[in-house]
């Protein structure tokens, strides 16, 4: 059956926002003389995909997780600050490409990012009108898989694909038994998927 709907991740499938968020968070972490740890972008790309509390946990492992939980409250303010006025870097040809989906299918988002992030991402870019609804575990406080199975059923769709570019991405398309396309431009290194893009207009070619 043909492909209705399609359920994008953000990070690493839409924008890469990776250089705006380690300056945000330098600014932070700038407030903690005794935190001796900087957050490079090979850090932060190591963990797109995670929700934000194992964020803290894998980059903070010797704070104590209430001072883990703590900071990264601060530091996912202060980014959001910065990206909602300066937004993050879109891949190619982005919004000329949703513009052509969004003539035939419904678009919408799944994240496992915090409240307020994809938010930053439509008033930076001006992109919220090609996209019906969206989800993330800052809300929710679940998984992306589960916050996928309220996309669906929310929008009551019958035949949505999940794009993203990570491992969890994936598992998190299995989880809501539909078909996975991978964005290999992205950040993660997925081994199994329905379909492989390597640019994002190339979704265009699959025929969904």
């Known amino acids: 059956m043909k492909i209705d709907s399609i359920i994008f991740d953000l990070d690493g499938t839409l924008w890469n926002s990776i250089e705006g968020v380690c300056g945000a968070w330098k600014t932070v972490l700038s407030q903690y003389p005794s935190i001796k740890k900087e957050i490079t972008p090979t850090d932060m790309e190591g963990c797109m995909g995670l929700q934000i509390v194992d964020i803290g946990k894998k980059l903070f492992p010797d704070l104590e997780e209430a001072f883990q939980i703590k900071l990264m409250k601060e530091c996912c303010s202060a980014e959001q600050v910065y990206l909602g006025e300066h937004g993050g870097s879109l891949f190619p040809k982005l919004e000329e490409t949703l513009k052509k989906l969004a003539e035939n299918h419904k678009l919408f988002i799944v994240s496992n990012c915090q409240d307020g ?14 996209f019906e609804d969206f989800e993330c575990s800052g809300v929710t406080g ?30 998190s398309a299995k989880i809501a038994k539909i078909p996975f396309v991978y964005a290999r431009y992205g950040f993660g ?20």
Not at 117 to 122: A, S
Not at 143 to 170: F, M, Q, W
């Open 117 to 130: 992030y994809i938010q930053c991402f439509f008033k930076a870019h001006k992109l919220d009108k090609y």
């Open 142 to 171: 679940l998984p992306k898989g589960e916050n996928n199975k309220l996309i669906i059923k929310r929008n009551n769709l019958k035949n949505p694909v999940y794009v993203g570019d990570t491992i969890s991405d994936a598992e």
């Open 189 to 208: 290194d997925v081994g199994e998927y329905d379909y492989v893009i390597d640019s994002f207009e190339e979704i265009l070619n699959l025929g969904l």
